[in-house]
């Protein structure tokens, strides 16, 4: 075998590890198999998994940025390249890890986009209910802002995950992990309607275990609910760019706003480190301004 097949051989060892092994989701393993098909892409002929050096990585990197990416894709990369070669180190390949003086290029923080209420509203009451397509969209819509789905366990989810007596719903994330989730009783109401008609006149008689279904009966895509998210936008008059993660800012954003402490939101999110959660200070740091603005006899 080749050096270069031996990368290749590795590449494909690490992204079974990581489905296998790890449980990751089908996004994420496609996403490390992107990065590192580009990365094999440009690696020298004969050069196997031994020569991966820290100055090799550098300069590859540094290429990554002459090719027009940004901070945040180099970064992703990076992190891409730590988890092969930690594999890599795991399975006696390397005897150091070639990633571990590389650091990560500086990214400047941005506040997550987010609906105020009045942009909910409209959005919400676009879809048509009398149409068995439109019940369901108004029920997508519903779930994902009552809840702060991601749209892959928003799309995934079955038919048995929801309790609608209890108010609940079961996700599966990141990792496999499950979660319970609250659902507010407008959600509950609009799925609940949903299922009682609409569902079965769109599987016509076939069985789905699906929550959310096509006419085909099978799931929405990940792509055909960003189409459908974006169209019903148009139609509100929501004209800058609207993705199911804008809603699921405005969830966690809306929340906070209301009172909810940090660690209740981190766990509805499905969040495994509370600094992911933390992008949403900027609501506690305006919060506590209000509050001062409001209380303090000085301010």
């Known amino acids: 075998m080749s050096q270069g097949a031996a990368l290749e051989g590795e590449i494909a060892s690490f992204l079974d590890f990581c489905r296998i092994e790890k449980g990751l989701s089908v996004n994420s393993v496609e996403a490390y198999r992107r990065d590192l098909s580009r990365f094999a892409a440009g690696w020298p002929s004969g050069a196997g998994v031994s020569e991966l050096t820290t100055e090799r990585l550098r300069d590859y990197l540094g290429g990554l940025y002459g090719s027009g990416l940004q901070s945040r894709s180099v970064a992703r990369h990076l992190s891409t390249l730590r988890n092969f070669a930690a594999f890599l180190l795991r399975e006696g390949r390397l005897r150091s890890d070639p990633t571990a003086l590389l650091s990560l290029p500086r990214q400047w923080k941005s506040l997550p986009k987010y609906l105020n209420l009045l942009d909910i509203n409209r959005l919400l009451a676009i879809p048509d209910p009398d149409k068995p397509t439109g019940a369901r969209d108004r029920a997508m819509l519903e779930m994902l802002y009552a809840t702060g789905l991601r749209v892959s366990e928003l799309c995934q989810l079955q038919f048995t ?139």
């Open 161 to 299: 995950d929801f309790n609608a007596e209890l108010g609940v719903i079961r996700v599966t994330g990141k990792g496999n992990r499950q979660r319970l989730v609250p659902v507010g009783r407008s959600a509950v109401g609009a799925v609940t309607a949903y299922c009682e008609g609409p569902r079965r006149r769109l599987l016509r008689g076939r069985a789905s275990k699906y929550l959310f279904v096509t006419a085909r009966g099978g799931c929405l895509t990940r792509q055909a609910f960003w189409k459908l998210l974006a169209a019903h936008g148009r139609r509100a008059g929501i004209w800058q760019r609207l993705t199911p993660h804008v809603l699921r800012h405005s969830f966690a954003t809306h929340l906070l706003e209301g009172g909810a402490d940090l660690r209740s939101v981190q766990t509805m999110l499905g969040h495994a480190d509370i600094s992911t959660t933390q992008i949403y200070t900027h609501v506690m740091r305006s919060r506590l301004r209000k509050t001062l603005d409001e209380h303090h006899p000085r301010a």
